[in-house]
C-alpha cells in the first residue's frame, strides 16, 4: 500500500465548540517494534466537543485513544487530560484516568458480580465513596441507560446491548470528565446498535465530552461536531459531519466513505 502523502493531510475545521482543551495531544507517535502505528498525531479536543474517528482498520484509531489513558505505552509526544498532562509515573496515570470512563468492544464486565456490584465495585474502591452512596449513584445511571430493572442480575442473563449499556453505566459512575468509545457497537447483533447509540447521543447532549472510534457513519453524522478520519497512523482528514460526508477533500477519505456508505 502506497503511504498517504503528508501534503494530502487536511485540517478543514477548528474546534467547533468555543471552550478549552480537554484533551490536547501533541506530535504523538506509537511503534510496535518496527511497525510505526501512530505518525506525529496532533489533536485538540475542547469540553463538551463530541468528535468521532474513522478510518480502515489498522489506521490507529483505537491505538490513539488507548494512549490517552494509558492503556497502550507511546515512545514520543505529549497527552493532556483536563490540565494533567500524562506520563510513565503510576501517579500521572491514576490522575489522568481519574477523568476519564472507557467502553470497548467487549464489555469487560465481571461476570460474577450482579449488575448493581458491577457498578459500585469501583466507586468504594477508588474513590472511598460509601456503599450507600455508590449504589444510589449506580441507580442514577442505570436509570439514565435504561437498565435499573436489571440492577440485580447477571451479566449472563443479559443481551449485549444491555450488558454495553451497563458498562456505559459503569464507567459514568466514576464521575468522568471524558468518555472514550472503542467501537461500543462492533460485538453486538444489528439490532441491539441502536439502543447503545440512543445512549450515547444523549450523552452528547447532555455537554459529555467525547471521542468515538466507530464505523457508524449515521451516528456520527448526526451527533459529532467534528470527524477525524485516519489511515496508516495519521490524520488525514477533520471536518464537521457536513463537510466531511457531503464534501470529502482527500481521495482516501472517497474511497473509505464509499465503501461504508456507497458515498
Keep these: 500500500m502506497t503511504r498517504t502523502n503528508t501534503a494530502e493531510q487536511l485540517d478543514l475545521a477548528p474546534a467547533v465548540n468555543p471552550g478549552p482543551s480537554m484533551i490536547s495531544i501533541t506530535g504523538l507517535n506509537k511503534w510496535y517494534g518496527n ?3 501512530l505518525r506525529d498525531v496532533d489533536l485538540n479536543v475542547a469540553t463538551g466537543e463530541i468528535l468521532v474517528v474513522c478510518g480502515p482498520s489498522g489506521s490507529g484509531k483505537s491505538t490513539m485513544i488507548r494512549c490517552i489513558n494509558h492503556l497502550e505505552n507511546f515512545q514520543k509526544g505529549h497527552i493532556q487530560v483536563n490540565g494533567i498532562t500524562l506520563t510513565s509515573e503510576a501517579e ?3 490522575a ?3 477523568e476519564i470512563g472507557m467502553v470497548f468492544q467487549s464489555f469487560n464486565l465481571f461476570p460474577h458480580l450482579s449488575v448493581m456490584d458491577n457498578l459500585t465495585l469501583a466507586p468504594q474502591l477508588v474513590q472511598g465513596v460509601s456503599s450507600a452512596e455508590a449504589k444510589k449513584r449506580a441507580q442514577v ?5 435504561r437498565i435499573a430493572e436489571h440492577a440485580d442480575k447477571y451479566p449472563s442473563q443479559l443481551s449485549g446491548g444491555q450488558q454495553q449499556r451497563v458498562a456505559i453505566a459503569r464507567a459514568l459512575c466514576m464521575n468522568p470528565k471524558v468518555m472514550l468509545f472503542d467501537e461500543p457497537t462492533s460485538a453486538l447483533d444489528p439490532e441491539m446498535v441502536h439502543e447503545v447509540l440512543d445512549v450515547m447521543s444523549e450523552l452528547a ?10 464505523h457508524e457513519m449515521g451516528f456520527a453524522s448526526k451527533v459529532a461536531d467534528r470527524v477525524l478520519f485516519m489511515d496508516q497512523g495519521q490524520v488525514i482528514e477533520q471536518a464537521t459531519p457536513a463537510e466531511f460526508f457531503n464534501n470529502p477533500q482527500t481521495e482516501r477519505a472517497r474511497k473509505f466513505l464509499s465503501q461504508i456508505i456507497g458515498h
Design 92 to 94: 500521572s496515570v491514576s
Design 141 to 145: 445511571y442505570l436509570e439514565r441507560v
Design 205 to 214: 447532549t447532555d455537554g459529555m465530552t467525547m471521542i468515538c472510534v466507530t
Design 96 to 98: 489522568v484516568r481519574s
Design 35 to 37: 511497525f510505526h502505528a
